[in-house]
């Protein structure tokens, strides 16, 4: 990372590209926290017949897309390159394919106009998108992180400084919500929809588990429970809905333990936050919020929009950084795994890929 002139100008402008799995996202953000313009382009339909994300088939409609979106962003906010004072772009981690579209999108963004090119963790976006939002939110805050991909507990003291407090030892609680709705028959993506049937379900018909509850282990796991869900459905002694809602219960109480657990382990931060793709869950909302008030932690969550992947979040994340002076090389490489606390221990499992 290299040192540019410190600036405190507040009204500086990112521009940010996230390609990191089946979202092309493009967005124009002044350090102002106002979002000048912002578009996303879903792969939704594209990836529906496969039940799941085929990266060969995500890399190829992030080439397609990326141009077109890079020109209607300019043309949306009325500006062109030359406004712009930073290209921002997910680095990783993600699907390597994806991810590569993007950043050599930004590097020869940056490059021919001269302007710092800032290569930006995935995560760390997802970590200070609440602050994009809410600029009374201020360090070091709890950040429970819950997507497609990942699911951790982070210590956030400043701007590139995390302190992981937990993770996954096999599967993201993402993951799950989209295996549940799989096994169900929903589709793609499932989260939202697994959501929307556990609303008509009793979240007590069907005894699913809660895998490390009340564990010493500071970590998740996920796995157990999708395949307690598939023994559930196959039974044929459960309604669909009844599933949906014991799956979504018995996630809300693996987390709410962990967090709790997370807490037993360091000084009681001012701020819960929760942030990634499953934050748009209402229902696990709600429950994030009642654990927060209990603990007298301020509670706080980005829109909606912010939840799920989105290039405003990364180039919020270049926002944070370019009154810093940082920026990166041109030679900066993707990388498909790329941990938010590189001095975080070892995990048992596949939780160490985060």
């Known amino acids: 990372m290299s040192e540019l002139p410190p600036t405190s100008d507040r009204s500086k402008i990112v521009l940010g590209i996230e390609s990191s799995c089946d979202e092309t996202a493009v967005a124009l953000v002044r350090t102002d926290r106002t979002i000048l313009a912002e578009r996303i382009a879903s792969q ?4 529906a017949p496969y039940g799941g994300v085929v990266p060969e088939i995500a890399a190829r409609a992030h080439a397609e ?25 997910t680095a990783g981690p993600g699907l390597i394919g994806g991810v590569m579209v993007g950043l050599v999108s930004a590097k020869a963004l940056a490059m021919a106009s001269g302007k710092p090119l800032m290569a930006i963790n995935h995560l760390e976006g997802h970590a200070l998108s609440p602050r994009l939002a809410n600029p009374e939110l201020e360090f070091p805050y709890l950040l429970l992180l ?9 210590l956030v003291e400043a701007v590139g400084e995390y302190r992981r407090l937990a993770t996954t030892i ?5 993951e799950a919500f989209d295996k549940t709705a799989k096994i169900l028959g929903l589709g793609y993506p499932g989260g939202p929809k697994v959501e929307k049937l556990a609303l008509s379900g009793d979240p007590k018909a069907v005894a699913l588990p809660r895998p490390l509850k009340g564990s010493k282990e500071p970590h998740f796991s996920f796995a157990g429970l999708k395949s307690a869900v598939l023994r559930a459905h196959e039974s044929g002694k459960y309604r669909p809905e009844d599933i949906a809602a014991s799956f979504q219960q018995a996630a809300i109480d693996c987390l709410i333990d962990r967090l ?19 934050a748009a869950n209402t229902r696990i909302r709600a429950a994030l919020e009642a654990f927060a008030e209990t603990h007298q932690m301020r509670f706080a969550a980005p829109p909606l929009a912010l939840c ?16 810093l002076g940082q920026s990166d090389p041109f ?9 938010l606390d590189p001095e975080a221990d070892t995990v048992r499992g596949a939780g160490v890929k985060a």
């Open 331 to 339: 030679d900066f490489k993707a990388r498909p795994r790329w941990p």
């Open 260 to 278: 709790g657990h997370a807490l037993s382990r360091t000084e009681v931060p001012p701020a819960l936050v929760v942030a990634g793709g499953v």
């Open 146 to 154: 819950v997507s497609g991909g990942h699911c951790q507990i982070l």
């Open 44 to 47: 939704e339909a594209e990836h």
């Open 65 to 89: 897309r990326l141009a077109p979106m890079l020109e209607a962003v300019m043309d949306d906010a009325g500006m062109s390159l030359e406004d712009v004072d930073a290209i921002a772009a």
């Open 308 to 323: 799920t992947d989105n290039a405003a979040m990364i180039a919020w994340a270049g926002c944070e950084r370019l009154p």
């Open 170 to 174: 096999d599967d993201a609680l993402g």
